[in-house]
């Protein structure tokens, strides 16, 4: 397949441009994901653009969840920045390096404002009523950030977009389940309520941390929700350069290993949180890796 993918680089000629994409590598590298955000099989010209995309999503997330202080007067001078940053007023390392990537690859400015909208959503949100309402927050804090990928891959068609939709709620999803315990230190449960009634299993239970077998075929429900979402996602692979195939794969084998670390718990996420481990990370992408070698 001819993909636009190799033209969408860019190697920064100025200091001020190379620091600010300097500082993003830098900040995507001290943080782990359940996936591998670029891999060195990433066409070269294309890794500062994911680094300043992700940089952007994960402090948006840190704002939303960490941050000391009125959050949401954070999250509205955030939104600030970013609108700024679209007219062409920068200062901040992620900015400059962030505005560069959204005129190289023509970024929606829609996407970044829905992930801002998402964390607001956490502030005044804590419950959700069905599947219906936690794929309505979805489309504001996952979605959107599978989109940006396309762009600086250099796809903008529907098709791609609705296929990398389906991943990122499949790692949402597997997010949400992996971290139940805690996120319920937050107040926050993700758990939709209908799917709580229909296994029998209610708020106070899960207060206490109750671990039985109605909760455990609670989650074993929702981990099998998340690989439908992956099994769906699962086609965009074959339809983006394989340059970028091997980093696409490993977004939904990363989310794919945290169901298995659930599944391996015994669907017991609130005595510990499961994770996939380094050494599961590394196989994946080793095998990965062959299959793109080996064409399959």
Not at 29 to 57: D, G, I, M, Q
Not at 146 to 152: A, I, N
Request: proline share 3%; with cysteine; aromatic share 10%.
């Amino acid at each position: 397949m001819t993909a636009p993918a190799a033209r969408r680089g860019l190697d920064p000629s100025d200091a001020r441009e190379r620091n600010a994409y300097a500082w993003c590598r830098r900040y995507t590298l001290a943080h782990e994901e359940n996936f591998t955000v670029v891999s060195w099989l990433l066409p070269k010209p294309l890794r500062p653009h994911f680094y300043a995309v992700y940089a952007f999503c994960r402090w948006t997330d840190d704002l939303g969840d960490e941050a000391a202080g009125d959050r949401l007067a954070l999250l509205d001078a955030w939104e600030a920045e970013l609108r700024a940053c679209y007219e062409g007023k920068r200062s901040r390392p992620l900015f400059i390096a962030l505005g560069r990537t959204v005129e190289t690859c023509a970024i929606p400015q829609e996407l970044f404002l829905r992930l801002i909208e998402a964390n607001r959503i956490d502030q005044r949100k804590q419950r959700f009523r069905d599947i219906d309402e936690l794929l309505w927050y979805c489309e504001h804090s996952a979605t959107p950030v599978g989109r940006m990928v396309l762009h600086v891959l250099g796809y903008h068609d529907e098709r791609r977009m609705r296929l990398a939709d389906a991943t990122c709620i499949g790692l949402q999803l597997a997010n949400f389940w992996q971290d139940v315990s805690v996120d319920l230190r937050k107040g926050r449960i993700y758990l939709p309520q209908a799917d709580m009634r229909l296994f029998g299993y209610d708020e106070a239970a899960l207060q206490v941390g109750v671990v039985n077998a109605a909760f455990r075929e609670l989650m074993r429900f929702e981990v099998e929700r998340a690989r439908g979402y992956f099994r769906r996602g699962k086609r965009l692979e074959a339809l983006v350069d394989r340059r970028a195939r091997v980093d696409i794969s490993l977004f939904r084998l990363g989310g794919e290993a945290v169901l298995d670390a659930i599944e391996q718990f015994h669907y017991d996420v609130l005595t510990s949180r499961p994770r996939a481990s380094r050494t599961t990370k590394v196989r994946l992408a080793l095998e990965a890796c062959a299959r793109l070698t080996l064409g399959l």
